[in-house]
T-cell receptor, first 113, second 120 residues
Framework: SAVISQKPSRDICQRGTSLTIQCQVD?????MFWYRQQPGQSLTLIAT?????????ESGFVIDKFPISRPNLTFSTLTVSNMSPEDSSIYLC??????????FGQGTRLTVV | AQKITQTQPGMFVQEKEAVTLDCTYD???????LFWYKQPSSGEMIFLIY??????QNATEGRYSLNFQKARKSANLVISASQLGDSAMYFC?????????????????FGKGTKLSVIP
């Protein structure tokens, strides 16, 4: 199955700053997704990253706060903007491969201080 | 209503024993897929097993098997011969629909997870 390389694996950031997370896939995938996992919680979908068009955001998530890029079928970025301590979470990107698997990057553990 | 329910926040199992992690789901879509993932403390999500709604047989992958009871809308994960390395969070997830209608149809909805601890 495909492999996603996600970086950074972790970061500690000052409030008010922004962090861009990158995901590189070793093959072309039509659909990529970004999830947030708050401490002790399950995964919540932020948005679906579409190649060549704007991302589709879920309720409660907006483009100004979480801008996403998808310049081609193997790469995507998520930016967490104007961070606050409430943004401290694990952020995960995911790709779809066929119908029987969704594979994930290694995750980015973000702490905002 | 929750689409995926995992009622066991935490489970303990003796090493080499089998353990069942519960998952029930709610959907009116006749076409759906059910997934189980393992998340160790490192945070990565490791795909374990998949069951399609039209699959006639229960899925198996090595020591993992999925006890799929469609009428009861349950998809329990069975881990046989538990190992210390199995200690982790386990998430059940569902994908609804065939996704042909466009973006968003392939997203996964996750349960709250079960923390499994394997005791030596």
């Amino acid at each position: 199955s495909a492999v996603i390389s996600q970086k950074p694996s972790r970061d500690i950031c000052q409030r008010g700053t922004s962090l861009t997370i990158q995901c590189q896939v070793d093959s072309q995938v039509t659909m990529m997704f970004w999830y947030r996992q708050q401490p002790g919680q399950s995964l919540t979908l932020i948005a679906t990253a579409n190649q060549g068009s704007e991302a589709t955001y879920e309720s409660g998530f907006v483009i100004d706060k979480f801008p996403i890029s998808r310049p081609n079928l193997t790469f995507s970025t998520l930016t967490v903007s104007n961070m606050s301590p409430e943004d401290s979470s694990i952020y995960l990107c995911s790709g779809k491969e066929g119908n029987t698997e969704a594979f994930f990057g290694q995750g980015t553990r973000l702490t905002v201080v | 209503a929750q689409k995926i329910t995992q009622t066991q926040p935490g489970m303990f199992v003796q090493e080499k024993e089998a353990v069942t992690l519960d998952c029930t789901y709610d959907t009116s879509d006749p076409s759906y897929g059910l997934f189980w993932y393992k998340q160790p403390s490192s945070g990565e999500m490791i795909f374990l097993i998949y069951q399609g709604s039209y699959d006639q047989q229960n899925a198996t992958e090595g020591r993992y098997s999925l006890n799929f009871q469609k009428a009861r809308k349950s998809a329990n994960l069975v881990i046989s011969a538990s190992q210390l390395g199995d200690s982790a969070m386990y998430f059940c997830a569902m994908r609804e629909g065939r996704g042909y209608s466009g973006a968003g149809s392939y997203q996964l909805t996750f349960g709250k997870g079960t923390k499994l601890s394997v005791i030596p």
